[in-house]
């Protein structure tokens, strides 16, 4: 079993849809759940960082996270075509490495 | 402010062969990352280093792959000699220090195909 799952799409959505992303884990000594942003042929971007339990909103994304149930969401309202991409989950520990742990993606389209 | 610059983009060599990437991090980025991306799957951490020192090297396959920083700024990653399953985007991160490992800037990656 990965310690990260993530459905890995494709997502297609039309313009303005409300899209929902999704990664569960295995790994209880998670602390930290980013999600990262890549576009076709380059790296990822951060997108948004939490730590613990709890939701937070920047602008039209939010992240939540339950960690009784291990799961993490990524909410994007009003959908754009230029959010499409490839949305990585990452989580880390509490230890001093802050070593990433990433789901494998999934692949969103947001159509005109 | 600069980000994190990678060469070459893209490399194409027969297996067997050797290839080395290169990486600059940001200016003052203590902490650098490398990470092997396979088509259709997340980045997967090869090494970390904080300065010019391994902090983890774990999941590096030493067999065939090395890495430095030798002035604890620009980095090196090579593989010598390359298997098919090499075939990966090599992704250069780096991040201020090991505390702030969550928030990692990346690279546009070399895209290395092994034929």
């Known amino acids: 079993q990965k310690e990260v799952e993530q459905d890995p799409g494709p997502l297609s959505v039309p313009e303005g849809a409300i899209v929902s992303l999704n990664c569960t884990y295995s790994n209880s000594a998670f602390q930290y759940f980013m999600w990262y942003r890549q576009y076709s042929r380059k790296g990822p971007e951060l997108l948004m960082y939490t730590y613990s339990s709890g939701n937070k909103e920047d602008g039209r994304f939010t992240a939540q996270v339950d960690k009784s149930s291990k799961y993490i969401s990524l909410f994007i309202r009003d959908s754009q075509p230029s959010d499409s991409a490839t949305y990585l989950c990452?989580?880390?520990?509490?230890?001093?490495?802050?070593?990433?742990?990433f789901g494998s993606g999934t692949q969103l389209t947001v159509l005109p | 402010e600069a980000g994190v610059a990678q060469s070459p983009r893209y490399k194409i060599i027969e297996k067997r062969q050797s290839v080395a990437f290169w990486c600059n991090p940001i200016?003052?980025?203590?902490?650098l990352y490398w990470y092997q991306q396979i088509l259709g799957q997340g980045p997967k951490l090869l090494i970390q280093f904080q300065n010019n020192g391994v902090v983890d090297d774990s999941q590096l396959p030493k067999d065939r792959f090395s890495a430095e920083r030798l002035k604890g700024v620009d980095s090196t990653l090579k593989i010598q000699p390359a298997k098919l399953e090499d075939s990966a985007v090599y992704l250069c991160?780096?991040?201020?220090?090991?505390?702030?490992?969550?928030?990692?800037?990346f690279g546009p990656g070399t895209r290395l195909t092994v034929l």
């Open positions: 200016s003052g980025h203590a902490t």
């Open positions: 990452a989580m880390s520990g509490s230890g001093s490495a802050r070593q990433l742990t």
């Open positions: 991160a780096s991040s201020l220090d090991r505390a702030s490992g969550n928030e990692q800037f």
